[in-house]
């Protein structure tokens, strides 16, 4: 029975990839990637009522848990926004049929890599689950064929090629260390395995390997010096993907990164992974905030919010100790729900105005009111004013490692001061300024904006004390 | 492991490295190809005697596909494309070729300096085909960077996957997993930098990555 919950949750997106790819006609295929997904995520739901048994490729722990739900949760949400996305697309010509039929399929097979990713107890087979979503990522991508699509996708896949491949080489290295301790074999590459002899292992070679597996997986979380594919691909693919790549993708990454760290602070002797990440993540908050300033297209300026915000997790994870790892974990569940939100917003007022240039758009809360004040309160959300959510969890970032790190803490803040004003500052205009473009009503679904947006407002005035206990024990976990 | 062994494993590995070097100096693309082919064909060489060195008859499967895959047929249907796209057979180069050795030969010191460093507990063939293997990357990553021209960037990251398959027969005993999943990934790979040619074909005159720099959506 347990065994059949965690290969169902692959199982429904493999099987669906197949059918979306041979089934005609958008309106029913596009609501059959709806239910699908649907059933991912009740099924994943079902995880907190059988207990799963793990075995040496799948394991499951209360640390994935809480990935696979935010994971398949904001998957379904942004299928059914991608249902009326597409179909403004068909109207207006940009896709055609065929493409459809090849976007849905993918679709469905990213959710099936990502999964498998968070499910993998083989540090192999999750290096294989990340290296797919990556390349059903850049095919979505390139989707629309234009110059900067072109572009976009194959930036990505080339850098995203050379992380995947650093992170191998890190995959490899690990393995290395471990071989001494438990033997050659399978065993070698089991995480649950690993992390119980990790103390043995060789220092210095666990810390190569880290520091390959951090630049690897870093550059997909979009880690600062290493981001330059996340721009590009997050304005010129479809807005669904945009959604799913700044709320889930990075996610993904992140949580395997997390892994290895977990694996890396059982070996006193190792290097401490903290500091490293730390350091990433403020440079990324800072860079990313200064960023904000001179954006042009709006898609861009909120993936450049996407790397800020991912600075921030990296940052509370790297500071460690249950309470920071609490705020990490509470921030990148915020994070995934806000931002997925206004894409959802940006991706329907992208489609009325024609144009995702920020100049061509004003007066957004006259011409579409309810999409307006939609991304208005998602803005207000992801800067982080209360009483939203991530003003909770940003809160608890700073505050937990303030007690630790001073100095490094007001940096934090200041570049969380500084991407306030960037965004404020642009999204003004997009607002309240003069009424620009077209003003045709959105034929747009509203409900998976605000499913998301009244999400984050409840976290940040009530969280319930299930969750609370549920994190705090992931926290630990954490280390 | 007798002496023997173990210098026939290092001068193939080597060899590898010295592959991977006369590719930085090519300047016509077919060359490319076929020092290419024969970075593959080394690698082929490399796994098929670390096969028969640890008695790991799966490992002969990686140097078949080696040896197949990427020695014959990828060189060959990348001539195809080459020919059939009227690509420019030139290279364009970011910065000279004298800077680009100096700049390889640094690579390989570092990646000597790291591995060997770090891994003194290994047994001595590991620790030398690690090594060799992260030069492989590490020049594999100095070709994509140095050139212009999206095919050569392509050959690039090809012979980066080849050092990490190195490094992966290196390791002793470790599962089929990773080489049939080394494996499969350039295959699918291969298949994206298909499909991207040939779209990039039909928008572009040209394959040149500097064409597509033109507009980035925020250029003012």
């Known amino acids: 029975m347990s065994i059949d919950v965690l290969s169902a949750i692959l199982v429904i997106p493999a099987v669906s990839a197949a059918l979306l790819a041979i089934l005609p006609g958008y309106r029913q295929t596009a609501k059959l990637n709806v239910v699908a997904a649907l059933a991912t995520f009740l099924t994943s739901l079902s995880l907190f009522v059988v207990e799963p048994v793990s075995g040496q490729y799948l394991l499951v722990d209360d640390l994935n848990k809480v990935f696979i739900v935010l994971t398949t949760f904001v998957s379904f949400t942004t299928s059914v926004f991608s249902a009326s996305y597409i179909q403004h697309e068909i109207e207006t010509g940009r896709l055609t049929p065929a493409f459809l039929r090849f976007y849905h399929a993918m679709y469905q097979t990213l959710m099936f890599a990502m999964n498998?990713?968070?499910?993998?107890?083989?540090?192999?087979?999750?290096?294989?689950?990340?290296?797919?979503?990556?390349?059903?990522?850049?095919?979505?991508?390139?989707?629309?064929?234009?110059?900067?699509?072109?572009?976009?996708?194959?930036?990505?896949?080339?850098?995203?090629?050379?992380?995947?491949?650093?992170?191998?080489?890190?995959?490899?290295?690990?393995?290395?260390?471990?071989?001494?301790?438990?033997?050659?074999?399978?065993?070698?590459?089991?995480?649950?395995?690993?992390?119980?002899?990790?103390?043995?292992f060789d220092p210095a070679l666990l810390n190569v390997a880290?520091?390959?597996?951090?630049?690897?997986?870093?550059?997909?979380?979009?880690?600062a010096p290493l981001h330059a594919w996340l721009p590009d691909a997050h304005a010129e693919g479809p807005t669904p993907i945009s959604a799913v790549l700044s709320g889930l993708l990075l996610n993904v990454a992140l949580y395997a990164l997390l892994r290895f760290k977990m694996m890396l602070a059982v070996n006193l002797a190792a290097i401490a992974p903290g500091p490293l990440m730390v350091t990433m993540g403020l440079i990324s908050v800072i860079f990313a905030s200064l960023m904000l300033y001179r954006r042009r297209d709006i898609k861009r300026m909120f993936a450049y919010s996407s790397i800020e915000h991912m600075g921030i997790i990296v940052f509370a994870f790297g500071m460690g100790g249950p309470l920071a790892n609490f705020a990490g974990l509470l921030?990148?569940?915020?994070?995934?729900?806000?931002?997925?939100?206004?894409?959802?917003?940006?991706?329907?007022?992208?489609?009325?105005?024609?144009?995702?240039?920020?100049?061509?758009?004003?007066?957004?809360?006259?011409?579409?009111?309810?999409?307006?004040?939609?991304?208005?309160?998602?803005?207000?959300?992801?800067?982080?004013?209360?009483?939203?959510?991530?003003?909770?969890?940003?809160?608890?970032?700073?505050?937990?490692a303030f007690s630790h790190a001073p100095w490094l803490t007001v940096i934090l803040v200041l570049g969380i001061i500084i991407a306030l004003g960037g965004l404020l500052l642009r999204i003004g205009a997009v607002m309240f300024g003069e009424p620009k473009g077209p003003t045709a009503p959105a034929e747009a679904s509203y409900v998976p904006m605000f499913t998301h947006l009244a999400l984050v407002l409840m976290a940040g005035i009530y969280l319930p004390p299930g969750l609370v206990a549920g994190f705090q024990n992931v926290a630990k976990l954490l280390g | 492991m007798s002496s023997l062994q173990f210098d026939i494993a290092?001068?193939?590995?080597?060899?590898?490295?010295?592959?991977?070097?006369?590719?930085?100096?090519?300047?016509?693309?077919?060359?490319?190809?076929?020092?290419?082919?024969?970075?593959?064909?080394?690698?082929?060489?490399?796994?098929?005697?670390?096969?028969?060195?640890?008695?790991?008859?799966?490992?002969?499967?990686?140097a078949l596909i080696a040896l197949v895959f990427k020695a014959i047929i990828i060189p060959v249907a990348l001539h195809r494309i080459i020919k059939r796209?009227?690509?420019?057979?030139?290279?364009?180069?970011?910065?000279?070729?004298?800077?680009?050795?100096?700049?390889?030969?640094?690579?390989?010191?570092?990646?000597?300096?790291?591995?060997?460093?770090?891994?003194?507990?290994?047994d001595a063939l590991a620790r030398e085909d690690l090594a060799f293997a992260l030069s492989v990357v590490l020049l594999g990553l100095l070709v994509m960077v140095t050139r212009r021209n999206a095919v050569s960037q392509v050959v690039g990251f090809?012979?980066?996957?080849?050092?990490?398959?190195?490094?992966?027969?290196?390791?002793?005993?470790?599962?089929?997993?990773?080489?049939?999943?080394?494996?499969?990934?350039?295959?699918?790979?291969?298949?994206?930098?298909?499909?991207?040619?040939?779209?990039i074909r039909e928008r572009f005159d040209s394959v040149d990555v500097q064409a597509l720099d033109r507009f980035r959506g925020e250029r003012r």
């Open chain 2, 85 to 122: 796209l009227g690509i420019h057979r030139e290279i364009e180069n970011v910065i000279g070729i004298g800077l680009t050795m100096m700049a390889g030969i640094g690579l390989v010191a570092l990646s000597m300096v790291v591995m060997l460093r770090v891994t003194p507990g290994a």
């Open chain 1, 116 to 200: 498998l990713a968070l499910i993998a107890n083989n540090i192999g087979l999750m290096w294989v689950a990340v290296e797919v979503a990556t390349l059903t990522t850049v095919l979505m991508v390139g989707i629309y064929r234009t110059h900067e699509a072109l572009e976009a996708a194959w930036k990505y896949f080339i850098l995203g090629s050379v992380g995947i491949a650093l992170a191998l080489f890190g995959t490899i290295l690990v393995y290395m260390a471990a071989r001494p301790v438990v033997g050659e074999g399978l065993d070698g590459m089991v995480w649950s395995v690993l992390v119980k002899h990790a103390a043995q």
């Open chain 1, 331 to 400: 921030h990148m569940t915020m994070h995934s729900l806000t931002k997925s939100a206004i894409f959802f917003a940006v991706g329907h007022i992208a489609q009325v105005k024609g144009t995702q240039k920020i100049a061509d758009i004003g007066g957004l809360t006259v011409t579409n009111p309810v999409l307006g004040w939609g991304l208005m309160l998602g803005v207000v959300a992801i800067v982080g004013l209360p009483p939203l959510g991530i003003f909770m969890s940003e809160f608890l970032v700073v505050s937990s």
């Open chain 2, 10 to 62: 290092h001068l193939l590995a080597g060899s590898l490295v010295l592959a991977s070097f006369m590719m930085l100096y090519q300047d016509r693309l077919y060359a490319l190809l076929n020092v290419y082919a024969l970075h593959a064909g080394v690698l082929a060489l490399s796994v098929a005697w670390q096969a028969y060195v640890q008695q790991a008859p799966h490992l002969y499967l990686t």
């Open chain 1, 210 to 223: 880290f520091v390959f597996l951090l630049l690897g997986y870093g550059t997909k979380v979009g880690l």
């Open chain 2, 158 to 199: 090809m012979s980066l996957e080849n050092g990490l398959v190195l490094a992966a027969t290196g390791a002793k005993g470790m599962p089929l997993v990773v080489e049939i999943s080394v494996a499969f990934s350039v295959l699918i790979a291969f298949i994206v930098i298909g499909i991207f040619l040939f779209r």
